[in-house]
Every structure is written in structure tokens, then in C-alpha cells.
């Protein structure tokens, strides 16, 4: 499946082990040419074929030495664009996964496969048209070149063979099953550190360098205790197969030997060229085994790219295809959520309302009780399970996806900024925004005058995951990104837990002011921030336990009382 990525780059793949063969047959000839310069030079004393074949070899060397590069040119011109689009294909198939996929493979683990896993497939498409053709012609012409020394030396190495085979099928066997162990382990490094460095803050806030350090050796460990494993393994292949090679030459000059000796049809240049030979085929056969061995690591971590890339749109396009007319409606009915590997524990339980359009929606229950998780199900992060919900009369399934979202502006509970100026990050809102736009939208939400303090007002820089700013102002410019997009329905996912009440006031006046006819859902802890909403849901074990205005719910619902006067007993705050 990965290799339909090579296909743009055949032509390099079929020039590159061309160039390959000739190299390789200018390095078998040289043996061949010394043997005659020894046999009939050297032994004869004749300096003229001396000079005449060793000029003839140099030319060889050089030509051979062109291939080589030119080899080298093509066959990397072809693995690293391929590397090239395969890596831009998987991050792409990585952005495009769903929530629910995303839950499953880890971050460090799709770090692991958009780089390494991508690296050792590039090295083995670089081998197999470098090294594949290199050995097998190696392996091919050396037998022929043997065997026109003498066909008593091509059975030599015939004999040796089956060793050779037995070994490398064996520790090939061995081995590739640890490639993919390597693989994942390494992922288990990745995700130590990917935590790490994310949250390098918290780490220093509870002192747990040292915890983590450990956390990260044990990592490391793991990895380094399989590696040597299949290094150790392979270690002993090399030695293996030079006895195979060695025992070969010695019978070679033993039989050669025997044959001058004995007046045979034999001479000490075809013996140094047979020597050679072996030699070649044999490490041709080394390196052949080497190259298998890149091929099952390849193969590994090819299985874990197609993994990712295979991984099916489980959230598809719909087919409606007009705009519904109302705007900003939203509706739930009997729907139902569990998360897909909770094994159907409901999250959510039948829970049907109606939001609308312009109506202010606040929903309030203690963590952990569904109210992220029901926000979620508007813009299809995930799908219900049973039920449905609607916007504009428009089940959620049947938009296109980008209509449907174009239609929602989210701001998530957990501020997420990029390191970059902060005007544009609220332009991420809507990329063709005036300034005037992108101040209006700081002034609802209430980041206009801190962001006109700083030294270099709307251009200053916010530095990685926005840790050069509040967790307030984190959230007012969140939440300006949100409303620049100025679409019909607007969630805030506690969005405002960090502001003091009156800033939290201030912003929800102006929005309500300023943007009347958008739809609001607010999710917040405060009954002070919310008290002023249209409706408040109150939600309670993944159920709406009652539905109301706060004074409606102050009569009706015990647990929005006991919510009330808690964070009235905590004092301070003004309920
Ligand atoms: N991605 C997820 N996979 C599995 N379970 C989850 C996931 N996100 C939340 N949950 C579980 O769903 C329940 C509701 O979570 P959530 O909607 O985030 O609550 P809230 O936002 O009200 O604090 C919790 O028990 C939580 O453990
Ligand atoms: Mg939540």
C-alpha cells in the first residue's frame, strides 16, 4: 500500500539500479583483468600487457566509480521524495483523524511513525535499489566470473551455500519479530517525552524531575535492553558466515594448489581471482542478509504507517446539500453517548432540549458528569450513540462537515493557543478579518485592554502553548478567536472559569449585546456566572436532572439549590 508512493518516482527507481549494474560489473571484471596481469605480465615478465591492462583497469575503476554516483544521485532522488510525500500524506491522515481514533494511538506513538517509522521505510527503498541490485549482481556475476575460472571453484562455493542459507535463515527468523517490538518501544520514549516537555511546567511545580527522569530510563531502558538484543543477535551472523567464507578459500587454494601441482589446467593469477570472487559472493550474500534485515524492520514499521493511513473516516461528509433558512437552532432528542472503548457505558443518557436560535443555553453539573462530552457531540468531535441532534431541523450527520462546523465556534476548555503574534491568533477565527474586526471581538470579550498594555499591543508574540499569558487572558483571547468566526451557535466550554466575576460579567453583558442573535451554550462551574442565562440545564450522572431559569431551578431542583448554596457557603463570591 505505501509503495504506490514510489510509483511518481519510477523512472529513478528503474535508472538507479542500472547505473547500480554498471558499477557492479566494472568491480567484477578487475579481478579478472589481475589475474591476467599476474598469469601473463607479472609471471612473464611482460611490461607492456602490464601497463596496457592496468590503464584498461583504471578507466574500468573510473567508469564503475561514475555508475556508483550516479547510482547514488537517482536511488536518493527517489527515496527521499518518497519519504517526502509519504510523511506529508500521514500527517495529513493524522490531522484528519477523528477524536475517537486520536484516543486510541497515542501522540508519542504518531510521532513515532511521522518520523522514524517514515525513516525506515526511506532506508529500505534506498537499499532496495541500491544495495538489492548491488548483491544480487554481485552475487549472480561472481558465480559466472567463478565459474569461468574454473568449474571446480564455482562447486566450492555451491558447497557452501546451504550453510550460508541455513544461517541467514535463522537469524533473520529470529530477529524480525524484535524490529517491531523496537518500534513500539520507542514509541514508549516518545510519549514519556512528548508528556514531559509539554508539561515540563507541572513537572517542576511538584519537584518530579527526578520521577520523571527515572519514568524516562525505564523508557530507555526497555529500548536499549531490546536493541542489544537484536544487535547481539546479529552480531553473531557476520563471524558465521566468514568461517563459511574462510573454509571456502582454504579448499580453494588447497584444490588450485593440488591442480598447478599437478600440472593441471590452473595458474596463481586464476587462484587470486577465484579468492576474490568467493570473497565477493559471499559478501554479496552478507550484505544480502543486512538488507533483508532492513527490509523486516521496514516492514514493521511500514504496517504501523499503513495503520494510520488506513485508518477509516468514521466521521463522513453528509449529503444535505442546501442551507436550512432558521438559523442557530439546536436540538436533542433521546440522545445517548458512550465512548467507544468504555465498552457501552453510557456518558450520556437520554437527554433531549431544545436551544433557540439567539437563546442563551447554561449548563452546570459537577466534572466527570457529561457536560464536555454532550458540547462535543454538536460539532461531531463524536457521534451519538443513539438519538439525535439537530441544528436548524438538520440532524448533524447529514451536513457536510465544514458546513456544519463553519456553523459552530468553539471555545474548548482548555485554552489552546500557537506561537504566534496574538492578532493572529484570534484571526484563526476568520482569516480575512479587518484589524477592526479582530478589536471588536477583543473588546467582547474583554482581552482589548490587557492586550493594549503590552509593549507591542495586538503583534505580541504569545510564546509556545500561550505560557507567556494568563489562564484569563489565555481564555479572553480564545474566546475573541471564537467570536471573530461569527457564526450562529457559540459554545463555551468553562471558558471563563479563570476571569473575576466582574470581567466574567462585563464579557457575557457585551455579548449579549453585541451578538444578540447568536446561540449560546455556556458550561461553566459558577452559578454567579450563569444565573443571568436564558436557561440553565442542570446535568447531573449524564442525565439533565431539571431545566430552567435560575429562579425556576432555585424552587425546583435540589441539586441546583445545594450547587447554590455551596458556592455561597464558600463566601466571598457574590451568588
Ligand atoms: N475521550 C474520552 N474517552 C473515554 N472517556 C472519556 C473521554 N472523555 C471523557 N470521558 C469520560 O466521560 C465522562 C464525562 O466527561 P466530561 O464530559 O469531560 O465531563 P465534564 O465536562 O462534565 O467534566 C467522565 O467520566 C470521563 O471520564
Ligand atoms: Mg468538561
Known amino acids: 500500500m505505501i509503495f504506490k508512493y514510489l510509483k511518481k518516482y519510477w523512472f529513478f527507481c528503474l535508472i538507479a539500479p542500472l547505473f547500480m549494474v554498471g558499477e557492479v560489473a566494472m568491480d567484477l571484471i578487475q579481478p579478472d583483468l589481475m589475474g591476467n596481469i599476474v598469469d601473463n605480465g607479472v609471471l612473464k615478465n611482460n611490461i607492456t600487457l602490464v601497463l596496457d591492462v592496468g590503464l584498461k583497469m583504471i578507466v574500468l575503476v573510473l567508469f564503475g566509480g561514475l555508475c556508483g554516483m550516479l547510482c547514488g544521485v537517482f536511488a536518493n532522488l527517489a527515496a527521499q521524495q518518497f519519504g517526502n510525500d509519504l510523511r506529508k500524506d500521514l500527517f495529513s491522515r493524522i490531522m484528519g483523524l477523528s477524536f475517537q481514533q486520536t484516543d486510541k494511538i497515542s501522540t508519542g506513538s504518531l510521532v513515532t511513525r511521522l518520523t522514524n517509522d517514515v525513516t525506515q521505510v526511506q532506508n529500505m527503498v534506498m537499499m532496495a535499489v541500491r544495495g538489492f541490485v548491488r548483491n544480487t549482481v554481485m552475487f549472480a556475476g561472481g558465480i559466472f566470473m567463478l565459474y569461468k575460472q574454473s568449474h571446480h571453484f564455482a562447486l566450492i562455493a555451491a558447497c557452501g551455500f546451504p550453510f550460508v542459507a541455513v544461517f541467514v535463515t535463522f537469524f533473520l527468523k529470529k530477529s524480525a519479530p524484535m524490529f517491531a517490538i523496537v518500534q513500539k518501544k520507542l514509541d514508549g520514549i516518545n510519549n514519556v517525552m512528548q508528556e514531559d516537555v509539554a508539561g515540563a511546567r507541572v513537572v517542576k511545580a511538584y519537584v518530579k524531575e527526578e520521577h520523571e527522569l527515572n ?122 453517548f458512550a465512548y ?40 461531531r468531535f463524536y457521534d451519538v450513540t443513539k438519538g439525535e441532534v439537530l441544528i436548524d431541523g438538520v440532524n448533524v450527520k447529514d451536513y457536510k462537515l465544514k458546513q456544519l462546523r463553519d456553523k459552530i465556534a468553539v471555545v474548548l476548555q482548555k485554552a489552546e493557543l500557537y506561537s504566534r503574534p496574538i492578532e493572529a491568533n484570534i484571526r484563526w477565527g476568520k482569516r480575512t478579518a479587518t484589524p477592526q474586526e479582530i478589536k ?73 449585546n453585541k451578538c444578540p442573535d447568536i446561540t449560546k451554550i455556556i458550561i461553566a462551574q459558577r452559578i454567579a456566572s450563569i444565573k443571568g442565562s436564558d436557561r440553565i440545564a442542570v446535568l447531573d450522572k449524564g442525565k439533565i436532572a431539571a431545566l430552567g431559569t435560575h429562579k425556576e431551578l432555585l424552587k425546583t431542583s435540589e441539586i441546583y439549590r445545594d450547587i447554590y448554596n455551596s458556592q455561597l457557603k464558600e463566601g466571598s463570591e457574590e451568588v
Open 215 to 336: 519514568r524516562f530510563d525505564d523508557a530507555n531502558k526497555d529500548l536499549c535492553k531490546v536493541n542489544l538484543k537484536v544487535q547481539t543477535l546479529l552480531a553473531f551472523m557476520g563471524p558465521c558466515m566468514n568461517i563459511v567464507l574462510n573454509v571456502c578459500i582454504v579448499i580453494v587454494i588447497l584444490v588450485g594448489g593440488l591442480t598447478v601441482k599437478t600440472g593441471g589446467d590452473m595458474s596463481p593469477g586464476r587462484i587470486m581471482a577465484a579468492i576474490t570472487y568467493l570473497a565477493q559472493i559471499l559478501h554479496g550474500i552478507m550484505f544480502m542478509a543486512n538488507i533483508f534485515q532492513t527490509f523486516t524492520r521496514a516492514k514493521a514499521s511500514a504496517d504501523r504507517i499503513s495503520e494510520v493511513l488506513e485508518c477509516p473516516e468514521i466521521i463522513f461528509d453528509g449529503l444535505y446539500n442546501e442551507e436550512p433558512e432558521q438559523k442557530g437552532k439546536i436540538e436533542f432528542k433521546n440522545v445517548s
Open 340 to 379: 467507544p472503548e468504555t465498552s457501552g457505558n453510557n456518558v450520556l443518557e437520554d437527554i433531549s432540549f431544545t436551544v433557540e436560535p439567539g437563546e442563551t443555553l447554561a449548563i452546570i453539573g459537577s466534572t466527570g458528569c457529561g457536560k464536555t462530552s454532550l458540547v462535543n457531540l454538536i460539532p
Open 440 to 512: 471588536n471581538a477583543a473588546e467582547i470579550s474583554q482581552a482589548d485592554n490587557f492586550i493594549c498594555d503590552t509593549e507591542f499591543g495586538y503583534h505580541t508574540m504569545v510564546s509556545e502553548g500561550g505560557h507567556s499569558l494568563s489562564g484569563g487572558q489565555k481564555q479572553r483571547i480564545s474566546i475573541s478567536r471564537a467570536i471573530l468566526k461569527n457564526s450562529e451557535i457559540l459554545i463555551f466550554d468553562d471558558s471563563t472559569s479563570a476571569l473575576d466575576l466582574k470581567t466574567e460579567a462585563k464579557l457575557y453583558e457585551e455579548l449579549n
